[in-house]
């Protein structure tokens, strides 16, 4: 269906678009990147460029490809200059009426052969491919930032979606040298909906006062193998977008307790202390970081009882058949560095062992939040493990 003569529209210059419009023109397709503001055209091309020049710098890009790239590359500023294109990936603001307006109009403008695509993070497909008239035809691609370097994509189908078309955008986002899994139109999908609790259960022993931003951060790392702590993460995120997330999943599950946000996040967000990005979030980035306090046991606790609440997470997923416990696992490892897929971890851990964490969470607290995945109790019954 697609091939290296597909053209591939894209539409928003920012830092997500121009990064899926990256990956697009690198594996050798013609792209066209739409904009409706003049300085993030001219933002995004010298962006662009200054991007290859330093994978070349780097010696992991030859000069005369990243020219290829950028002769590939055409910013254009009227809707219609994408009348030609084969897929559209939409790469905007979240927000469901502004999607919802642009594929109404763009759907007048391409072919009936023409696919389109969102990159929403945690909006239903369904809802944004209500606007079309043709929503068979319409799908979810969602790629994680920065798109030219973390390797997986999120496809996902939307109710009306054609059967066929899910494998064959499979094949091509495969081509471009990505990762891709497949998932159900869920709040979240994958990613979005099984790392809640990294931030969620981190806020709930920090709110508590169990522990303290640098030691759960530091608990994380030392003992779970993470890469970043949650506080820290949070910050560089920005709260303007994970609280936001966590927000828009809350919601979108008919506000289960699972995804209940903390006020100390929504504090900072309604502050306008969104992290990195202001200086202030979590963290004071104007001043010495403090140090954590580094209690062996304590670290244990705390990371046990986050890294059972990330497993019922990825458990429930399973249960529901949101994706397949490969797809899951691989999501977590290549969408969000998680040093384990969580079904394997559980394996590792032992099952019981996670199970009874969230029991005895669940009998202390009285809070469904804490209520363990029917399918991890299936698993202890049978004594199975998840592989």
């Known amino acids: 269906m697609f091939s290296l003569n597909s053209k591939i529209g894209i539409i928003g210059s920012g830092a997500m678009g121009s990064g899926i419009a990256q990956v697009a023109a690198t594996a050798g397709h013609d792209v066209f990147i739409y904009d409706n503001n003049p300085a993030s055209i001219e933002k995004a091309k010298n962006n662009l460029a200054s991007s290859l020049l330093k994978l070349v710098e780097k010696q992991k890009l030859t000069k005369e490809k990243a020219d290829s790239v950028l002769a590939k590359s055409n910013f254009i500023s009227q809707l219609k200059d994408l009348s030609a294109c084969d897929l559209v990936i939409e790469a905007i603001v979240e927000n469901l009426e502004v999607k919802q307006k642009v594929f109404s109009e763009l759907e007048t403008l391409v072919s009936d052969n023409c696919i389109l695509a969102t990159n929403t993070s945690s909006l239903s497909i369904a809802s944004i491919a209500a606007a079309c008239k043709k929503p068979n035809r319409f799908l979810g691609i969602h790629f994680f930032n920065p798109a030219t370097l973390m390797p997986l994509v999120e496809i996902i189908p939307g109710i009306a979606t054609q059967d066929n078309l899910t494998s064959e955008i499979k094949k091509l986002i495969d081509s471009w040298g990505k990762t891709t899994v497949i998932t159900k139109d869920t709040p979240g999908f994958i990613v979005n909906r099984v790392a809640r609790p990294f931030y969620s259960e981190s806020l709930r022993i920090y709110e508590e006062g169990i522990a303290d931003l640098a030691t759960i951060d530091w608990a994380m790392k030392e003992f779970g193998g993470f ?6 993460l949070m910050d560089l995120i920005g709260h303007d977008v994970n609280y936001i997330v966590t927000e828009t999943v809350w919601k979108q599950f008919y ?82 560095n998680y040093p384990k897929g969580l079904l394997k971890w559980a394996d590792e851990i032992g099952i019981e062992k996670v199970l009874n964490t969230l029991q005895e969470l669940y009998s202390l607290y009285q809070e469904d939040r804490y209520r363990p995945s029917v399918l991890l109790k299936h698993k202890v019954a049978q004594k199975q493990g998840f592989y």
């Open 227 to 232: 890469k970043m702590g949650p506080f820290e």
């Open 255 to 336: 506000f289960d307790p699972r995804f209940k946000p903390a006020l100390s996040q929504k504090r900072l967000l309604e502050a306008g202390f969104l992290g990195r990005k202001t200086g202030r979030g979590f963290y004071d980035y104007n001043s010495p970081l403090p140090e954590p306090r580094k209690d062996e046991l304590l670290g244990k606790l705390i990371c046990h009882r986050v890294l059972c609440m990330l497993i019922n997470e990825a458990a429930d997923a399973l249960y529901y058949n949101i994706a397949g416990k490969e797809d899951i696992d691989l999501a977590m490892t290549k969408g969000v």
